[in-house]
């Protein structure tokens, strides 16, 4: 079991940008593929952005278009996902995830998961 708590969700317009983070130890950020993913309102969970463990190469869901970017902060231990030029349709609860994969960009092939935090932008 991992714990992951994410933090840095709110209420922003459009355009605005957000830093969310998940804090983790520090043996998670070093060995585990980390994710984030993102539930809108009546819609199944999706795929944000990946970091895999092995090639730590980000990868992007297609509408992130250039706006996000997914880091390591192993000064705070932390999974972060900075946004930019936020829109209404971002708004969503955010998931922070683990596992053990080598990639994944399926909720399905993670394990771990943090509770979520809220983002919304207004228009």
């Known amino acids: 079991q991992v714990n992951m708590v994410e933090s840095g969700g709110g209420l922003v317009q459009t355009g605005a940008s957000l830093k969310l983070s998940c804090r983790v130890s520090r043996y998670t950020l070093e060995a585990y593929t980390m994710g984030w993913f993102r539930q809108r309102p009546g819609l199944e969970r999706e795929f944000v952005a990946v970091?895999?463990?092995?090639?730590?190469?980000?990868d992007y869901a297609h509408f992130v278009q250039g706006r996000f970017t997914i880091s390591k902060d192993y000064a705070h231990n932390t999974l972060d996902l900075n946004m930019h030029n936020l829109r209404p349709d971002d708004t969503a609860v955010y998931f922070c995830?683990?596992?053990?994969?080598?990639?994944?960009?399926?909720?399905?092939?993670?394990?771990?998961w943090g509770q979520g935090t809220q983002v919304t932008v207004s228009s």
């Open positions: 970091i895999p463990r092995i090639t730590a190469q980000p």
């Open positions: 995830a683990a596992t053990f994969r080598a990639y994944g960009s399926g909720a399905s092939d993670y394990t771990d």
